[in-house]
């Protein structure tokens, strides 16, 4: 399968700064990126859309200056947590295809927020 | 977002024992995919159905993709130790986005 990789894997912050994190897709080209995010105990939400050289597209209830999204490479996404709370503590997972809008979708390794 | 049905939660069973899983939807999938995820990992791609009526097998996994395009089971048989996690359905339409089961907790006891 195809590999998509994150980094950090766990970031710890204070209350009010900004968390960057990365979402690589290490041997293929990724036209589009997926964000999700995941509750302890819980399903796999889908935040938002990453496309490359354009705007992502957000989720209903998901603050775009919240979560900024930036895809300006066919292998990089990144989310930053801007002025980060600790509800915004949670487990953050983004996805990829290799076959662009179809095909099957692999996952990061995740990135553990948690905010302080 | 929106969420499938999956059943059951969670499942406690013995070593060796086999597995049923299922979810079901109000809306119709082209595509049916499996996922397993391990604590603090991301989901790992077990199977993937594309046809109605698919029938698919990975190892000991076995996943149908519903007559009706609107539900999916994944069986696992003689389960062992490191099939314990948390094991998800997903939907995925055009677009490539999934919609996800709440998903189903396995525990296998030696």
């Known amino acids: 399968g195809a590999v998509v990789s994150q980094h950090p894997s766990r970031v710890i912050c204070k209350s009010g700064t900004s968390v960057k994190i990365e979402c690589r897709s290490l041997?293929?080209?990724?036209?589009?990126m997926f964000w999700y995010r995941q509750f302890p105990k819980q399903s796999l939400m889908l935040m938002a859309t990453s496309n490359e050289g354009s705007k992502a597209t957000y989720e209903q209830g998901v603050e775009k200056d919240k979560f900024l999204i930036n895809h300006a490479s066919l292998t990089l996404s990144t989310l930053t947590v801007t002025s980060a709370h600790p509800e915004d503590s949670s487990f953050y997972i983004c996805?990829?295809?290799?076959?662009?809008?179809?095909?099957?979708?692999?996952f990061g390794e995740g990135s553990r927020l948690t905010v302080l | 977002g929106q969420q499938l049905n999956q059943s059951p939660q969670s499942m406690f069973i013995q070593e060796g024992e086999d597995v049923s899983m299922n979810c079901t939807s109000s809306s119709i999938f082209n595509t049916w995919l499996w996922y397993k995820q391990d604590p603090g990992e991301g989901p790992v791609l077990l199977i993937a159905l594309y046809k109605a009526g698919e029938l698919t097998s990975n190892g000991r996994l076995t996943a149908q993709f519903g007559i009706t395009r609107k539900d999916s089971f994944l069986n696992i048989s003689a389960s062992i130790p490191s099939d314990v996690g948390i094991y998800f359905c997903a939907g995925q339409n055009a677009g490539n986005m999934l919609t996800f089961g709440g998903g189903t907790r396995l525990m296998v006891k030696p």
């Open positions: 041997d293929f080209q990724a036209t589009t």
């Open positions: 996805s990829s295809s290799p076959s662009g809008n179809t095909g099957e979708l692999f």
